[in-house]
């Protein structure tokens, strides 16, 4: 009896695993999705007339291409904290809760940050010019809160690295790309928000969860099978 019980928590743990993998991965994926669809797409946000120039052609876009990056974003949060869960009890654990706190307050700024482009969006849209000072007001403040969820995620992410570097629960070089790629993002987006370093960095840390998410999925079918 014993012996059945631990044999199916650990089919529900594989299979948690394996959900928590499949989020990160198919968290990437929307999040570029989200983003190729924004009227300013790729392009340089810091030049601010030519990105609300933009959003106010296409709000109803903006607004879709909000919603679904938002989406991107509960997905990842929903995956890390998936990754946090299968890590608990280990000799990582503490550096994985001290992660999950920085994550979450990232994404919560994601989240603001997305409505304040779609609110800017919006006012740049109003005819003869009258919302440009409220559009751009908002687009401001959607950098300034932008950079410091980029931050805490980075941070986030860092931590991440450091932890899977001490519980090695995956190979050594993932640990040490995660981590160097957290201090690259800090560093990108302390410095200028909208510079294409950040983009770059931002880039890279969606490889990086992505190749994490498969990593977690092979991982897992490979000790199903071994079962």
Not at 29 to 37: H, N, T
Request: hydrophobic share 50%.
């Amino acid at each position: 009896m014993p012996s059945t019980v631990l044999s199916h928590d650990m089919r529900c743990f594989m299979n948690d695993n394996r959900f928590a993998g499949s989020l990160l991965v198919l968290s990437s994926i929307v999040i570029v999705i989200g983003a190729a669809l924004n009227p300013h797409g790729f392009g340089d946000w810091s030049d601010t007339r030519a990105l609300l120039g933009s959003l106010g052609q296409n709000p109803g876009l903006t607004s879709v291409s909000a919603l679904i990056a938002t989406l991107g974003f509960i997905l990842f949060a929903a995956g890390f904290f998936g990754i946090r869960d299968s890590m608990f009890n280990g000799s990582g654990t503490r550096y994985m809760n001290l992660a999950g706190f920085f994550v979450i307050i990232g994404v919560t700024g994601f989240l603001i940050e997305s409505g304040l482009v779609v609110g800017a969006g919006g006012a740049a849209a109003a005819p003869e010019g009258r919302g440009m000072a409220t559009a751009i007001a908002l687009i401001t403040g959607a950098e300034g809160i932008g950079t410091l969820s980029i931050c805490a995620v980075s941070i986030g992410f860092a931590l991440t690295g450091i932890s899977i570097l001490i519980q090695k629960n995956y190979h050594i070089v993932i640990g040490g790309l995660t981590a160097i790629i957290g201090i690259f993002a800090l560093y990108a987006a302390s410095d200028d928000y909208y510079s294409n370093l950040t983009q770059y960095a931002i880039i890279a840390w969606l490889a990086m969860s992505l190749i994490i998410g498969v990593v977690t999925i092979l991982q897992t079918n490979k000790n199903t099978v071994s079962k």
